[in-house]
Structures are given as structure tokens and as C-alpha cells.
């Protein structure tokens, strides 16, 4: 490349040099769900665990084997792979390879694709034009072709439910929510003056709009579901086009790096909660996108999330929830057999505003995050929990989860390190934070409700007494976008302790 070209050309080069150079790059192995932090390393271990000599398959494609059948071989290892076919097994040759159906990627952010260099049979090979591979890739996976993408349908689905109006509809009408959000920015625009910001999941463009009206230099503004089209001229109508840039794509992906550039951000803004914190699993692609592009010293807003928990002891709330007295009456036939099916039962974790009087313990902070810090690992977690029962409490029906949300303008600030975020918990301080809990005004995220099974609802607990357990937050197998929550919990009893627990999924 000469020295012009490099100036005016994408700095898509410097995107690779920078993810090569950041410890958090990965590489993962073309078989298996192992990481490797080095290309040889990986490399090493295919053919030791695998028995699959990747560098020995290049080979026998020739001397002149160039960059854009590298990416296909990768993809195609890895597409052959996921078929469960024996690395052994996989046939590769030039015809196979031939077929730019591979061109596409097997993984959504495959590091290896940035980092070919190890693969090239010739050191001297001409470094991968990525311009080349996107054209390759615009003409070769028009409509028809089978994608290839690991757009498993659970992701396509998640993408699909953000494209319509109502959802952000909702989000936009939970005033706690959207005037978290805005006071922050509004009572700290001196944050964001002359400051670039990334929008992780932009949605309609709200928070993007906020940031830019508050002083932001420059947005991105990044959504993979259609609602991006919308965001797009909703920015346009408000007249900050020349600001806000909208890309539509995985904030994750190869080509979302790509036209977001090689210069870090200052600010990552996102509102990725799920019910229950951590359902949906979005938090994953804003860890991502913080690894990815923000500054070291930049700021993620939000900055810190606290969960919490508390035992529910009300047998009324509960059956009145459950569906019980509902089915055990209808025009005085006994339909009992239909309560199982209702939204509080003993397999799912079900979504109510929950009435503060049903809670019989204080609430307890379980888990904090931070997010600046926190890795994806850290998601899936056990922690412990104690409470203190009230007097009039004799036994446990279910529990609640809810969780706080925090804006801390700079974690090292001494004010903001005086905010006792595992204490605070009530709604009226702006442009701290929100509560979603059952103190507070009600949000969209209400609160998650684990139901008891029946045999630990009928032990009888000490009233005034403690109530201590573990709390684990796990990912099911095959679906990131789920969780599988486990309550283990014991307290004092009349005679000696009790003890009980659960599992729970949101799916
Ligand atoms: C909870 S909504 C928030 C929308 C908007 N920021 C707001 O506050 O009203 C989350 C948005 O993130 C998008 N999203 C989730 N994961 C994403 C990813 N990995 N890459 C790009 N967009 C993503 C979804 O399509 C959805 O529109
Ligand atoms: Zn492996």
C-alpha cells in the first residue's frame, strides 16, 4: 500500500494491528469451544488434539494460495465442524474451496479472520484486502444463498423482536428508564462535550439523540435489527445526521469495526437489561464493544449494576400470581390441573410488580457489577445472600430478584466512590440511577418471582430469624440468550434448621 493509499484507506489495517496488540483478543479453535490468545498456539493444538494439521492442508493448496481461500478454509473448518464431522474427516481441496459460499463467516466475530498472517503459506503473500473480501462478499451472498453466519434462529428471533414499533414504544414510556438515561447526560454534559460515543443497540436512536444534544462531537450508533432504518431517519428529522452515524450490524462484527474505525471511543452508552438483569445476555456484546473500542479511561454508562433478592412469604399474593385460586374455582368446577401452565410455576421464573407488602426480609445485594471491569465469565456466578426475616414471617413462598442501575460520572471521583451502591435503593435521586425493585415506581422490567416448590412452602421458618443461601446466575448450555437461576437457602426452623431449594429458568 503506498503511503496515499494509506492515509484515505479504511483503518481497517490499524483495527487488526490494535486487536492483535490488546491482550483480550482471542482466537478459538477451529473444533473446539477452546481459546487461544496466539494464532500458532491454536494452531499447535488442532493438530495435537485434533489430529488435524491445518498448516499441512495449506499446503497441499499450493505455494500461491491467496488470502481469500484462507478466510474460506476457516470458514468451511469451521462450518464442517459444527456438523460434528471428525476434523479428521474434512476433505479440503481447491474445488471445495472453490465455492465462495465460504466467503461468509462462520462465526460472527472470528479474531482468526483479522489474522491470516500464521496461516499464509508465503510470508511473502500481499497482506488480505479486506475491501476486496467485502466486495467478494456483497457479490457472492445475494438472496437464495444459504447463510452460513452462526445466526442460529434464537439470535434471528431476538433481532426480529426489536424491529416493530411497540417494544421501543415500551422502553421509551418507562419514564424511569428513559429519565435515568437522560438526566444523566443532561446533568453531566460536560462528560460529553466534544466527546465520541458508541451506542451499543441504538434502537429507535433515543440515548444516541440525548448524547448528541448534550454536546457529544461525534455517535455511533449501532443496531443489527431493522429498527437501525428507522433510527436513522429519526436522527435525520431532528437534524443531527452530520453527528450521529447509524450502522446497522452486530456491534461485535468484523464490518461494524470496520466503519467504526481504528480511534477508540470516550463513552460506551447502552441500555442492554433483561429481566432479571441478565436475561437476553446482551450484556455479552457490550463487554464486546468495551473490549473492542473504548479508551482505556473511557466511561461506561451505565457504570455499575447492583442485583438483589428477598424472600415473598405472601400466601394470597402468591396464589392470586400462580393461577391457583383462579383454577381451583371456576364457576365452581375444580380446574386445578391447568395451574402448572401458568406463568408462576415450579420450572420458569416469572415477571411480576411484585407489591412491597408481600415481602417478608430485607432485601439483599447479592452481586455487584462493574462494568468498566467486569468480564463475560463473570456472568455466570454463585454469591451468597443473608436476610433478616420479619417478625411475622413463618414460612417462604417464593423469592424476588430485582436490580438497580447506577451512572457514576467517573468510579475514581471521591463523590461518586462515596455512593454506597449496595445500600441505595430508592428512586428520586436523578442522574444517579434507577431501582427496578418493588419499592420504586414500577418499570418494563418489574420484578423476576422464583416460586418455591410446594414441599419447601410448607416448612415452617422462625419468625425474626435469618435466612442465608447462594444465589448462581448460569447460562443454559446452547442458548446464551437464557439463564438458569438456583436459590439454595436455609433457615432457622422450629426444630433446628430448614432448608430448601430451586431451579428456575427464563427461556
Ligand atoms: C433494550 S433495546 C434499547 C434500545 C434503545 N437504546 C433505547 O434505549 O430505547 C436494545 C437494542 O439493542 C440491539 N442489540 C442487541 N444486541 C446487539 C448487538 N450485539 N449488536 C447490535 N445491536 C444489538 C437490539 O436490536 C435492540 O434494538
Ligand atoms: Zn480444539
Not at 152 to 167: C, L, P, Q
Request: with cysteine; net charge negative.
Amino acid at each position: 500500500m503506498s503511503d496515499t493509499e494509506s492515509d484515505t484507506a479504511s483503518s481497517l489495517g490499524d483495527i487488526i494491528e490494535d486487536a492483535s496488540e490488546a491482550d483480550t483478543t482471542t482466537f478459538k479453535c477451529l473444533f473446539c469451544d477452546e481459546q487461544w490468545s496466539r494464532v500458532p498456539d491454536m494452531l499447535t493444538h488442532c493438530k495435537k488434539e485434533h489430529t488435524f494439521d491445518v498448516e499441512d492442508n495449506i499446503k497441499k493448496l499450493g505455494q500461491d494460495v491467496d488470502e481469500l481461500t484462507i478466510i474460506k478454509l476457516v470458514n468451511y473448518l469451521r462450518l464442517e465442524s459444527q456438523k460434528s464431522i471428525e476434523p479428521k474427516d474434512i476433505k479440503v481441496d481447491t474445488e471445495t474451496l472453490a465455492d465462495d459460499k465460504y466467503l461468509q463467516p462462520t462465526l460472527p466475530d472470528d479474531a482468526l479472520l483479522f489474522e491470516l498472517g500464521d496461516l499464509m503459506p508465503n510470508p511473502d503473500s500481499r497482506v488480505v484486502d479486506y475491501d476486496e473480501y467485502e466486495a467478494a462478499l456483497q457479490r457472492n451472498i445475494g438472496e437464495g444463498v444459504e447463510k452460513l453466519t452462526l445466526d442460529n434462529d434464537r439470535d434471528v428471533d431476538y433481532f426480529e423482536s426489536y424491529k416493530g414499533n411497540a417494544i421501543h414504544r415500551e422502553m421509551i414510556e418507562d419514564r424511569v428508564r428513559t429519565e435515568g438515561y437522560r438526566d444523566f447526560i443532561e446533568k453531566n454534559a460536560e462528560l460529553f462535550k466534544g466527546k465520541t460515543v458508541l451506542d451499543v443497540g441504538c434502537g429507535t436512536g433515543i440515548l444516541s439523540l440525548f448524547c448528541a444534544r448534550a454536546g457529544a462531537k461525534r455517535v455511533l450508533a449501532v443496531d443489527n435489527s431493522d429498527i437501525a432504518k428507522r433510527a436513522r431517519e429519526n436522527i435525520a428529522r431532528n437534524g443531527y445526521e452530520d453527528k450521529i452515524q447509524v450502522i446497522q450490524g452486530r456491534v461485535e462484527d468484523f464490518h461494524t469495526q470496520r466503519m467504526i474505525g481504528k480511534e477508540k471511543v470516550d463513552i460506551i452508552i447502552s441500555e442492554w437489561m433483561g429481566y432479571g438483569l441478565l436475561f437476553e445476555g446482551m450484556l455479552d456484546s457490550v463487554l464486546r464493544a468495551r473490549d473492542l473500542y473504548l479508551k482505556e479511561d473511557g466511561l461506561m454508562v451505565p457504570s455499575h449494576c447492583t442485583m438483589r433478592i428477598a424472600p415473598i412469604s405472601d400466601k394470597a399474593w402468591i396464589e392470586d400470581a400462580s393461577g391457583e385460586k383462579f383454577w381451583k374455582d371456576v364457576y365452581g368446577f375444580d380446574f386445578s390441573s391447568m395451574i402448572p401452565g401458568g406463568v408462576l410455576n415450579d420450572r420458569e421464573i416469572g415477571v411480576f410488580d411484585v407489591p412491597s407488602k408481600t415481602i417478608s426480609g430485607e432485601p439483599c445485594t447479592f452481586y455487584q457489577l462493574d462494568l468498566k471491569n467486569i468480564q463475560i465469565r463473570d456472568l455466570d456466578f454463585t454469591a451468597p445472600f443473608s436476610t433478616k426475616l420479619g417478625s411475622d414471617t413463618a414460612s417462604i413462598e417464593a423469592f424476588a430478584i430485582w436490580f438497580d442501575t447506577f451512572f457514576l460520572p467517573n468510579p475514581k471521583t471521591p463523590g461518586a466512590a462515596a455512593v454506597d451502591i449496595a445500600k441505595w435503593g430508592a428512586n428520586g435521586e436523578p442522574g444517579l440511577g434507577f431501582s427496578t425493585g418493588p419499592y420504586s415506581t414500577p418499570t418494563h422490567w418489574h420484578q423476576a418471582v422464583l416460586l418455591l416448590s410446594e414441599e419447601d412452602r410448607k416448612k415452617e421458618v422462625k419468625r425474626d430469624g435469618t435466612l442465608k443461601g447462594r444465589v448462581a446466575y448460569k447460562k443454559p448450555k446452547r442458548d446464551d440468550r437464557g439463564i438458569d437461576v438456583t436459590v439454595e437457602w436455609e433457615a432457622e426452623g422450629a426444630q433446628g434448621p430448614v432448608k430448601g431449594s430451586l431451579k428456575r429458568t427464563m427461556a
